[in-house]
């Protein structure tokens, strides 16, 4: 018989909802479990399991009662399903207690109403009567079978779909129900701590790392009077991914079963007592939220169970036990959140005068979070009870870890008024913005929140602004910022200047702290932060930081593509650089992004850079950027980025604003972990002469009087030195510091009552001497994060992260200076004295995190915990004695006497099951079995005979147990247990000399041979530490020393030393030369006979039969390096096998080297021809055959491998024969690049025969039988104006060791540098050179690195090998082509060619991979010519340090006049005719310090010849040329131009000739320097003068789209237009510029609105002078303001015109020349 089943409508069919009669009682079976775990069989997994009987009857039509009788709880720990349940009596009997009366409910038409209990029934009790209602809860639509709709329950109003199978002759029914517990509105869910973690509303719901669905299924039975519930069972299955892996997941079981037994004929009797409604069948939350997830603790007499605890954890960190002291710590804070505010005091009062216990009862109080831990803090900070710095500590964690509600508030709005806050201004910032912090986390958890909450930073913004108090702005900006709300946002608007006219006179940081304060807002309200901050950005007349500012906060509320572009469209017209090169370089940024809640704005912004690429892309790094890097998994959806915002200020070459923040992404979330931000202003006074009394010079004066005559003229604004940081943690603002002049000063006077530094020095000094001894601990619990749910049987499930960290040092150290400080101390005194310092220091950290999935209630836990633990230990115990004058450090510590656990990580996951009350009795199982269990591929046949048993396949043997031994020297221990499971390694290394090894000890045991997820690789135990451990020798150290000597003595410190060990050796030569000595103490007279040798002998190449495919870093034995070129072909017939290449190796070299000429010419041969294959012998298996290969080339971009070969410049020589290749970057090698390379690094030349040794030093051990042993080291330095070399060699001191390394580093000439290492026995075993060469490229200006390494240890080998495995696949994704082709086996070479100032061409050639790319833009310009090289530079010139000087120049500021050609500081070109005698001014300070103006006036007599007047504090220089000459007056005194002339004044200032001219150098001034030879005239400015100039030369603010600035400020609209603006305005009596500066009118009939106007110009044009004849003019773009022709506006007006608008632009005749009549002038 089938069921009807309908997917919309069906027949009426009777009614379904569950009916109890009245008079009757249903008994019930009841049985429900909850188990936690892994998937898979063999795992362990805890749960809980309740079985009862219920009864329910029907008391009237809505009322029924529920009677639950016989609970039983059980617990389960072990290995499902083998292991059994364990009853749990003594909370049995607790659940059996508040069971005891019966409880009532609601239920009409199948659905749950209200629930009745009795009012002291715990809140653990109901929730478990709302787990046996929910499965009553149905809602049945009697004209459909099959439905979906929101239904509530007990985790919410979750979406629900209903299958309804009738079997209507039965009189049967089956009604299946389940439940999307992702899809649910009002859900019953708690988050701690998760306040600052986004979720992404419209990221899908694949990526959600917790997922859940619970199912129903009802057997319902048809009466007379409706529908019997036979049954019913539920199913709810929670998965958690913590990896967003689908089959690594954690699974949270939680199964009903409910069955009718029996019907009885009388009614349940009703409750005597009164019953309490308790609320709907929604979840409650209550007891469980106060207990952390830590192991739980039986509370009687809280306040004396915390006091002894307290005890027990000073005891335990006196003791350095920091495992136990952290766990000690949680209980604590999970004492404090029970204890009440009298007994907190209580506790106060006995301890708080004990500072161990003071200090951690502090840290506790923070961690607690709680309203009577917050209001005892308060108390105590009012009756300043606690420290400065104790007030400072405590305030921030407070504020962090408090939960915030209406009573936390009220009691955190009584900080901000507590007077002795408001004193402290450290204390005042904190607790500012840790209210706002506040406001938002509450205002996280609710959708309404009261306005008065804001009042108090709305008030501080109000006040502050009242008084102009710019600091309690900003304090009231960052506070509103924290809050995040958008009740703010009209409060924010009245600091910015584009929406209220008063802001405008506020500081600069002001408005981008404003700007800054939306940032938050945007996540609540981002159209209307959208709007706001287009337009600031939009707004050209704020400052160029306020703008990037507001672009930052416009990308933060991701705007769509239409935004997007408008932004892209007004940077084709921005005036400012600044901000559109940090606009187009966070579009960038962004377009490259993987983030997929960032996918739509990645993607607009990708669309938009399109339109700015070819005008911003070219940008240098002088003008602001973006910088972005991230990495995002989309197959375990996290991810972080890391972006750099670098705000680059007009006034100084590097950014004076930085924004740094890492924002992480997991599954739909994200949060910003940390942001870190700087600002500064004017820091360039530090860099240059201080108390220059500029104010007091006859230029500061004159430059005052100058000003009026510029129209509109107006002074950079002063700059006060600042700077300002701030750090945020979790997108919340914690601290900010601002440190300028004053607050340093009042911080020197706080401790030490001066502000004069050198007493604040001295008195340091004399703090140190005292000594530093103590005991510091400082605990901080991390975080606490929970997500808490209930589960259908009604007990809550929970995932939590608690961690905490434990910092402790013990410190006992005393220094002593010899001779004493004297009174009038000076830091110089230092360099002369004798410091004997003596430490012992123990520094020790231990971090201890817990992870649980489970029930976590105040009764019971049962669920997985896991534990992770990082532990670091040190003992840093030494005595050192400093003597600066002789240049001598020795230090002497202690040998390691025992085994000591450096650092150390540990993790484990448990199964665990506890209850209140049997705290003792607590079960932990281990999530994976201790015996292993084979594998099938593991088990062994067993033939059919009489020795097998029924059953022995199921025995298996047990691996044996991983020893925890140290294996010493190179030995290695490594365990693989079946399948994987258990992983063991242990990596030593011996430093014998020092009586010490180092230990790396792995250790994994994992469920990964399950199912190979990062989620089970993590479940299960891992140990990491490393461990240092004494070596016993026949003789222990006593005693390690290290002696440093630098100077002259430095040979006599290797020689003593060496006497100490060998004093026979000393007697039998004591005429023996020092430098001879020197060699035969150091055991290097071998080195150098070997590479004496070795330059030249043969090299052979081995023979074998079989081929093997070239390694990159392969061992090529004993080959030299000038043989690894691939141009040789040389082979030999030796036969012998590969292994026994290195023990032949001297056989080999004993050869003599012959035929490398010929080899080279086969090798060229073999390249310039037409094949298509590559050709090498220098194969890893030395065949001496010649494999090919084809060439597999492969390019991912349409560009070409450049066609050239680097040709280096021998210093000696050079080759005029100039080949270019016309075939692809070869594998073959020059060969005269090869052997320059391997005689470079072949000199056998000992710096110690000619030069004695600058530095020396000596690690060694003294033992009780006066052996030495450890290692010296000796530095040699060789200095010359074209060579310099430098060598380095360690050596053993160990009698019997002839372990060596050699480093040596040399500039072989002007153009080649050189180095080479080696090490081992008489360093011989391994090798590594490497060479630096510039030549030319394709005809370019080249560098060439080159590395070669003969032969390198076998982990550098195998590390690169993993490295080179990666290289094409970055290769491609920055964009370079590649090719596939053989080049020496064991050899890498860098090209890098300057194709321009800013870009250059790059080829990497590897062994078997060549990898290049065009035309890469170069962060900064590289001076370079235009032409390809010709010549070589000459020899006495060192190419690398001419380069570093030559990027350095080309960085400072030039500005050249040269006819009527002008060039700006910021490289605009214009040209420009210069009326004759008027002065203009070229350059000028512009800043309120007004140093030095340069003026200049074209003369007469010829239209090249120009004058200059230099104006530099009391000093007025005039340079011209007069018959011929170049003439110089100072001060109007004619002074001699060949005679160098230099100042008396504070700032100096010099005059001398040079070439054809005059240079003027005053770098004091910001005057760098000067040259004047009439004709051409060039300044150059210093770097910190960026910004602060104005005149015709430019501001020197990198804006070249607003060069053409006038004195006003406003931009000209042409050249000319600028250049007459500079012009000084002169008396046209007396002086001899005849040009006036006039408003000018014209006359508009109908040209204006239709209407006759008269229009005058805003800006003055140049007349001449009243009486004087116009002799010529020039063409002029002037902007004109028309007015009505009867208005009353006239030229005579005092109006000004220059401030009023501009409505036409009209063109007029500007007078560049006049004829004037000689007329005298009035005395």
């Known amino acids: 018989m089938h069921p009807s089943l309908s997917s919309h409508t069906g027949a009426q069919k009777q009614d379904l909802e569950p009916v109890f009669h009245p008079g009757k009682t249903y008994l019930y079976d009841y049985k429900t479990f909850v188990l936690h775990g892994l998937p898979g069989s063999g795992l362990a997994m805890a749960g809980v399991r309740l079985t009862c009987k219920l009864e329910i009857s029907c008391v009237s039509q809505s009322d029924h009662l529920l009677q639950i009788q016989s609970p039983k709880l059980e617990e389960y720990n072990g290995f499902w399903p083998m292991d059994p349940f364990t009853p749990s009596p003594r909370l049995t009997e607790i659940i059996t207690a508040c069971f005891s009366q019966a409880f009532k409910f609601e239920y009409t038409e199948g659905r749950v109403g209200n629930i009745f209990a009795p009012e002291d029934c715990p809140i653990l009790c109901i929730n478990l009567v709302r787990g046996i209602l929910n499965m009553l809860q149905l809602t049945i639509k009697k004209s459909q079978n ?36 992702t899809d649910c509105q009002e859900q019953a869910v708690k988050n701690v701590g998760m306040a600052y973690i986004r979720p992404c509303p419209t990221c899908p719901l694949k990526v959600r790392n917790i997922k859940g669905t619970s199912m129903f299924t009802y057997k319902m039975k048809y009466d007379d009077g409706g529908a019997l519930m036979t049954s019913a069972t539920s199913k709810q299955v929670y998965q ?116 161990p216990y003071r200090h951690w009862f502090l840290s506790a109080i923070c961690a607690a979070g709680a309203t009577d831990t917050f209001r005892f803090l308060k108390r105590k900070i009012h009756d300043e009870k606690l420290s400065i710095w104790e007030a400072v500590t405590t305030l921030p964690l407070a504020f962090h870890f408090i939960t915030p509600n209406k009573q936390t508030l009220e009691v ?153 572009t408008a932004m892209a469209s007004s940077l084709l017209t921005e005036p400012s650089l600044q901000v559109a090169s940090f606009t187009y370089s966070h579009m960038k940024a962004l377009a490259v992004g993987r983030i997929p809640q960032l996918y739509h704005l990645s993607a607009a912004c990708n669309m938009a850079i399109k339109l700015l690429s070819p005008r911003l892309d070219r940008l240098t790094f002088r003008y602001s950027k973006v910088i972005h890097t991230g ?135 004399e703090e140190v001497q005292q000594g530093i001894s103590g005991r510091w601990t400082l605990p901080i619990m991390v975080g606490e994060l929970r997500h808490i749910v209930p589960t259908v049987v009604g007990l809550p499930l929970e995932l939590s992260l608690c961690g905490t960290t434990l910092a402790q040092a013990v410190a006992d150290v005393k220094i002593q200076i010899s001779p004493p400080l004297s009174d009038n101390f000076r830091p110089s005194q230092l360099l002369e004295a004798n410091v004997d310092v003596h430490a012992d220091i123990k520094p020790k950290a231990h971090s201890h995190m817990i992870a649980m999935m489970g029930i976590n209630t105040q009764y019971l836990q049962s669920g997985l915990e896991f ?14 004695r400093i003597n600066m004058k002789e240049k001598n450090l020795k230090i002497e510590t202690s040998p390691c006497h025992q085994e000591v656990e450096l650092a150390a990580v540990r993790s484990e996951v448990y199964a665990i099951s506890r209850n209140m009350e049997e705290v003792n009795s607590e079960k932990k199982s281990q999530l994976l079995p201790k015996e292993d269990v084979q594998s099938i591929s593991h088990q062994p046949f067993q033939p059919s005979d009489g020795s097998s048993k029924p059953g022995s396949w199921k ?54 041979f399950l199912r190979n997820t990062y989620l089970h690789k993590l479940v299960g135990e891992l140990e990491g530490k490393i461990v240092l451990k004494p070596v016993h020798t ?134 310039s021809s037409a094949s298509s294959k590559i050709c090498s012998s220098s194969r890893e298996d030395h065949s001496g055959e010649r494999h090919c290969s084809e060439d597999s080339e492969y390019s991912y971009q349409q560009a070409n491998l450049p066609a050239y070969q680097f040709w280096s410049n021998p210093a000696d020589e050079w080759d005029s024969r100039r080949e270019i290749l016309n075939s692809s970057v070869s594998s073959s090698s020059s060969s005269a690049s090869d052997e320059g390379i391997s005689r470079a690094v072949s000199q056998p030349e000992f710096l110690g025969d000619s030069k004695p040794p600058v530095l020396a030093a000596v690690l060694r051990a003294l033992h009780r039988n006066e052996q030495l042993t450890g290692l010296q080291l000796v530095l040699y330095t060789d200095t010359q104006p074209l060579r310099s070399r430098m060598q380095m060699f360690v050596s053993s001191i160990t009698g019997s060791s002839r372990w060596k390394l050699c480093a040596d580093a040399s500039v072989i000439n002007s153009r080649e540098v050189s180095g080479s290492l080696k090490w081992g026995k008489d360093c011989q075993d391994y090798h590594v050179a490497t060479q630096i060469a510039t030549g030319r490229f394709a005809a370019y200006p080249a560098m060439q690195m080159k590395l070669q390494w003969p032969k390198v240890p076998s982990i550098v080998r195998t590390t690169s090998r993993w490295l080179y495995s990666f290289l094409p696949g970055a290769a491609y994704m920055l964009g370079y082509s590649q090719k596939q082709q053989r080049g020496p086996s064991h050899q890498a070479t860098l090209i890098m060619a300057l194709t321009s100032p800013r870009t250059c061409d790059v080829v990497l050639k590897l062994p078997e991979l060549t990898i290049y790319n065009r035309a890469i833009r170069l962060p900064l310009p590289f001076p370079s010519s235009s032409t390809p090289i010709s010549t070589l530079p000459s020899p006495d010139q060192n190419v690398f340090s001419q380069a570093t000087l030559s990027i350095i120049e080309n960085l400072k500021a030039r500005c050249s006049v040269f006819q009527n050609a002008i060039t700006t500081f910021n490289g605009v070109e214009f040209n420009y005719s210069m009326p004759a005698h008027c002065y203009h001014v070229l350059v000028q300070d512009c800043s309120p310090e007004l140093k030095f103006l340069v003026m200049m006036k074209r003369l007469e007599e010829s239209a090249d010849l120009t004058a200059i007047n230099v104006r530099l504090a009391n000093h007025e220089v005039d340079m011209y040329v007069s018959h011929g000459h170049i003439q110089l007056k100072i001060n109007g005194v004619q002074a001699s131009a060949n005679v160098p002339y230099t100042s008396n004044s504070d700032a100096s200032v010099l005059i001398s000739s040079e070439k054809e001219g005059l240079s003027l ?128 506006l006239n030229l005579d007006g005092q109006i000004r015109l220059d401030l009023k608008s501009e409505d036409i632009v009209s063109e007029v005749s500007a007078h560049t020349a006049c004829s004037c009549p000689q007329r005298s002038c009035p005395v």
């Open 1561 to 1688: 150098k005053a770098p004091d001034y910001g005057l760098d320097k000067l040259y004047y030879d009439g004709h051409r005239l060039e300044i150059q400015v210093a770097f910190w003068m960026a910004g602060k100039t104005c005149g015709i030369c430019g501001r020197y603010d990198a804006e070249k789209e607003r060069e053409y600035q006038m004195p006003s400020g406003y931009l000209a609209k042409d050249a000319v237009s600028f250049g007459q603006s500079w012009i000084i305005s002169e008396d046209p009596c007396a002086g001899a510029c005849k040009l006036q500066r006039r408003f000018v009118k014209i006359e508009k009939p109908g040209a204006f609105e239709k209407a006759a106007a008269k229009c005058f110009s805003v800006e003055p044009v140049l007349r001449c002078a009243e009486g004087c004849a116009t002799a010529s003019t020039v063409p002029l773009s002037v902007g004109f303001h028309c007015v009505p022709a009867d208005s009353t």
């Open 146 to 181: 099959v439905y979906e709709l929101q239904e509530a329950g007990i985790e919410g109003i979750c979406q629900t779909r209903y299958i309804i199978q009738d079997y209507g002759k039965n009189k049967r029914a089956t009604i299946s129900k389940s439940r999307d517990l």
């Open 412 to 564: 955190a709005s009584t900080f901000l008024t507590c007077p002795q806050i408001q004193k402290a201004p450290m204390q005042r910032i904190i607790v500012y913005l840790a209210y706002g912090s506040m406001v938002n986390k509450y205002c996280a958890q609710t959708s309404f929140y009261p306005n008065e909450l804001l009042q108090p930073l709305h008030n501080l913004a109000t006040e502050a602004t009242s008084k102009g108090d710019a600091k309690g702005m900003a304090l009231a900006l960052k506070a509103i910022g924290n809050a995040g709300e958008p009740a703010s946002i009209k409060r924010i608007l009245k600091f910015l200047p584009t929406f209220s006219l008063a802001a405008a006179s506020l500081p600069n940081r002001i408005h981008a702290d404003a700007v800054l304060a939306l940032r938050k807002i945007a996540r609540k309200d981002p159209a209307k932060v959208r709007e706001i901050s287009l337009q600031v950005f939009m707004d050209n007349t704020l400052a160029p930081n306020v703008r990037m500012v507001a672009c930052v906060v416009l990308f933060e509320t991701k705007p769509a593509l239409p935004t997007v």
């Open 240 to 355: 958690i991914s913590p990896f967003n892996e689908p089959s690594g997941a954690a699974v949270v079981d939680a199964s009903q079963e409910l069955s009718l037994v029996n019907i009885k004929r009388i009614s349940i009797r009703a409750p005597k007592t009164q019953l309490q409604n308790q609320g709907s069948l929604r979840y409650h939350f209550s007891g469980e939220l106060l207990q952390m997830p830590i192991p739980l603790i039986r509370i009687k007499n809280p306040d004396l169970q915390l006091t002894e605890t307290l005890r027990q954890l000073v005891e335990k960190d006196e003791e350095g036990a920091t495992k136990e002291a952290s766990a000690k710590f949680l209980q604590m804070v999970q004492f404090f959140r029970i204890v009440t505010l009298d007994q907190i005091e209580s506790l106060w009062a006995q301890f708080a005068k004990d500072p």
């Open 1034 to 1167: 026949d003789a222990d150290a006593d005693q390690i020393q290290l002696e440093i000597q630098a100077g002259p003595k430095a040979a006599s410190k290797i020689i003593n030393m060496a006497s100490s060990g060998s004093k026979e050796e000393e007697e039998t030569s004591p005429y023996e030369d020092i430098q001879v000595k020197l060699k035969k103490i150091l055991g290097i007279e071998n080195v150098f006979k070997v590479a004496n040798n070795t330059r030249h002998r043969k090299r052979r190449v081995h023979r074998t039969e079989k081929s093997a495919a070239t390694d990159l870093w392969a061992e090529p034995g004993a080959a030299h390096l000038s043989s690894l070129s691939s141009s040789s072909t040389a082979s030999s017939a030796d036969g012998k096998e590969p292994g026994n290449e290195h023990k032949k190796g001297e056989r080999r070299q004993s050869g003599k080297r012959h035929g490398s000429s010929s080899s080279g010419g086969r090798s060229s041969n073999s390249v």
């Open 955 to 1008: 025995q298996s043997n047990t691996p044996a147990v991983i020893s925890k031994g140290y294996h010493q020297g190179s030995e290695e221990q490594h365990h693989h247990s079946v399948e994987g499971r258990l992983y063991a390694r242990t990596f030593c290394t011996k430093f014998d000399s020092l009586g010490c090894s180092a230990c790396l000890s792995l250790k994994t045991r994992n469920s990964a």
């Open 867 to 880: 534990h992770a633990e990082f532990s670091a230990n040190t003992t840093m115990k030494f005595d050192a």
């Open 631 to 765: 990495i995002y998994s989309h197959e375990y959806q996290a991810g972080t980025i890391w972006r750099f915002y670098l705000m680059n200020s007009p006034s100084t070459m590097f950014p004076s604003d930085i924004i740094t923040k890492v924002r992480g992404y997991y599954a739909n979330t994200a949060t910003d972990i940390i942001e870190v931000g700087l600002q500064s202003q004017g820091l360039t006074k530090l860099i240059r002469k201080q108390n220059i009394p500029f104010a007091e010079y006859d230029t500061y004066k004159t430059l005052k009087e100058l000003a009026k005559m510029l129209p509109g003229w107006k002074e950079l604004p002063s700059e006060d030195s600042l700077v300002s940081t701030y750090i945020k943690i979790f997108g919340q603002e914690i601290a900010y510091v601002n440190i300028d002049k004053d607050a340093i000063q009042q911080t020197m006077m706080s401790l030490t009552g001066s502000s004069n530094w050198q007493p604040v020095v001295k008195k340091v000094m």
